[in-house]
């Protein structure tokens, strides 16, 4: 009930970050349910073609569970600390009621991604939907209700489990350790795209619509080669921090480097994972293209989600770091400094990023379609 109150008194922005991870959830609670209407509309079929559906479901769950976690721990930073005193609330009182909201709102996603699922089906209109061929809804066959309600409790439990993860006291983030994770994240990258190259062609897993076969090790170099981008985004960010301040720099560029510097470990790792997953999209378009195969509606559905999710996440953990400066926008008035200046940094941080992070994606894609 506290969870419900919290929601219903949430601003409108908040409120719309919460309607974002509703949506998320349903759209991921629609797919496991589409794997699993896969595996009932064929029942004679392999049963490995069935758990390679569901393993291509991973990804989509754990960028929902990204979000979900970080709008949980953006909303709870929000929270009055003496408001929730004054009600017998403390440190870990907090992140229960965090989590709880969390995990409330992401089953609210799942109860709709179900319901979506007994509309396409017919189950409630009395009709399935065309747009879908009849193999991933199993019109007219019954869902078992255990292995639904298995699959749609994935994410809100996930969702609240990583919300307590990421709110547990931990020591204070330093900015000096930023570069030191870079050498490590590149050795991933190269380890991973070594693995990928280096895998046995023509035989594997299937990759969805169609677009051929992929080694299990190509698939974990993928996962280390993600990994690495991750690790290496504060060191990337903090290095583009650091050109943009050197060799003689005006107001703006040194205004704009020590920004990227003093937030790179906070909004690096969301842009180490944004991009890994424009890496992974351009790969999945040079094989769409050279192939000449066609995307089937669900995996365009998968592919959009996980975009979406991975670009809201970067955009919370950004507006984040926009809302923890209020030190320095008080300095800046105090020297009578022109808003222009603070524009021009951020254009300046935005194209110091881009200039780095673009040429990385695309360099990865191009290493990863190899196998």
């Known amino acids: 009930m506290l969870s419900l109150r919290v929601l219903r008194g949430s601003r409108p922005a908040v409120l719309g970050r919460w309607a974002l991870v509703a949506a998320a959830a349903a759209g991921t609670g629609l797919l ?25 479901c991973v990804v989509p769950v754990v960028v929902t569970v990204q979000l979900a976690s970080a709008v949980g721990r953006r909303q709870s930073a929000d929270w009055p600390r ?3 005193s ?14 709880a909201t969390t995990a409330l709102v992401c089953a609210v ?37 255990a292995g639904a309600a298995v699959l749609l409790a994935l994410v809100p439990a996930a969702a609240a489990c990583a919300v307590v993860a990421g709110m547990r006291p931990g020591r204070p983030e330093d900015t000096h350790d930023a570069p030191g994770s870079l050498p490590w994240g590149v050795a991933l990258v190269a380890v991973g795209l070594a693995v990928e190259v280096a895998a046995p062609k023509h035989s594997g897993v299937p990759l969805p619509s169609g677009l051929g076969v992929i080694a299990p090790a190509a698939i ?21 921090g650091r050109l943009l301040a050197a060799f003689r720099p005006g107001a703006v560029r040194l205004l704009a480097g020590r920004i990227l510097q003093h937030e790179s470990r906070r909004i690096g790792r969301p842009l180490g994972l944004l991009c890994a997953t424009a890496a992974a999209a351009l790969s999945a378009y040079a094989l769409q293209s050279g192939g000449g195969h066609t995307l089937g509606p669900v995996t365009v559905f998968a ?17 984040e770091t926009g809302d923890d400066r209020p030190e320095a926008r008080g300095a800046l008035q105090e020297v009578a400094a022109a808003p222009s200046v603070l524009r021009a940094a951020l254009a300046a941080r935005a194209g110091a990023l881009a ?17």
């Open 32 to 56: 496991l349910l589409s794997a699993l209407g896969w595996a009932l509309a064929h029942p004679g079929g392999s049963t490995s073609h069935a758990v390679v559906r569901l393993v291509w």
């Open 303 to 319: 592919f959009t989600l996980i975009a979406v999710c991975v670009l809201a996440t970067a955009a919370v953990g950004l507006a």
């Open 109 to 145: 996603g799942s109860a709709l991604g179900l319901l979506l699922f007994l509309l396409l089906r017919g189950d409630v209109t009395g009709g399935p939907w065309d747009g879908v061929g009849p193999g991933v809804l199993a019109a007219g066959r019954a869902l078992p209700v």
């Open 220 to 240: 974990g170099g993928w996962i280390v080669t993600a990994a690495g981008l991750v690790l290496a985004g504060p060191g990337l960010v903090y290095l583009c």
């Open 86 to 99: 004054s009600v017998g609330l403390g440190r870990n009182g907090i992140t229960v009621l965090a989590a």
């Open 355 to 371: 200039a780095v992070l673009v040429p990385v994606a695309f360099l990865v894609a191009a290493l990863s379609t190899v196998p």
């Open 82 to 84: 003496e408001g929730m």
